[in-house]
């Protein structure tokens, strides 16, 4: 019988989740595509593991520029088995300390470019039996967080796509899951300018590593949303123990 070499497409892959899913899989013997909008953030692939990847530079927030690479992809590539929409910016701080423009593009990136991606990749997807969206929310999506507010509503429409996605797409043979870490130590956080007050007190427990390996989790078993941490495992549980308590917890993590 003839190998098969399973094939994963992540976005955002130059660093922090994306390069450790990126890596994972390579372990795992998948071909991985790589995509990123810092095309020499990809290097740590191209040096080392050029055999086993596709690498491009990807705009998400530019459909025709994702139609573009996916088209580059599948002259190479005849199917895909599972896209990782993990590309992904953020803006800590209070709704009007942040420049309009800095919303918007945390709206264009965060929703709208995976919203371009998963349409993109779903004609290669449902070529491949049991195929996966699997896309990289976050803790922020169960709640609104202060100082996460455009942030939080981006994941929170993540989720939404998910959930509706994951429904319609189920007769393709397509499944789709997001995964909620809380706060991961990776560039996004630790080169931040201003740390909000939820991240100072919680502090990043989690590494991509930690992420990459639920990531990979996805792909073997069909769930739809996947909290990542202890932390977020038992906030996700008071919450919906104690709804009535919700706000009071969430308004906690507002800056005096």
Not at 127 to 149: D, K, L, T, W
Request: aromatic letters at 8%; one cysteine or more; proline letters at 3%.
């Amino acid at each position: 019988m003839a190998f098969i070499q399973h094939k994963v497409f992540i976005t955002g892959a130059g660093s922090g989740i994306g390069k450790a899913c990126a890596l994972h899989f390579i372990n795992k013997g998948w071909f991985v595509a790589a995509t990123d909008i810092n095309l020499e953030s990809l290097s740590y692939l191209s040096n080392d593991y050029s055999s086993q990847c596709f690498i491009a530079k990807m705009d998400v927030t530019n459909p025709q520029h994702v139609k573009d690479v996916f088209d580059r992809y599948a002259l190479e590539q005849e199917n895909l088995d599972v896209l990782v929409n993990n590309a992904g910016v953020l803006q800590m701080g209070l709704f009007e300390n942040i420049r309009l423009e800095d919303h918007l593009k945390t709206i264009q990136v965060n929703f709208s470019g995976v919203t371009s991606c998963a349409y993109t990749a779903l004609s290669l997807l449902k070529q491949s039996a049991n195929s996966r969206i699997i896309n990289i929310s976050s803790s922020a999506a169960v709640h609104g967080m202060p100082e996460f507010s455009v942030y939080s509503a981006t994941k929170n429409a993540v989720s939404a796509l998910t959930e509706a996605l994951n429904i319609e797409l189920k007769k393709h043979g397509v499944y789709v899951c997001d995964i909620r870490p809380v706060f991961v130590d990776t560039p996004m956080l630790s080169d931040a300018d201003y740390k909000a007050k939820s991240l100072t007190r919680m502090g990043a427990s989690l590494s991509p590593d930690d992420v990459a390996e639920v990531v990979w989790q996805a792909t073997q078993t069909n769930k739809l949303h996947w909290n990542v941490g202890a932390v977020q495992k038992a906030l996700s549980f008071i919450l919906a123990a104690l709804p009535f308590a919700k706000h009071r917890i969430i308004a906690s993590f507002m800056p005096s």
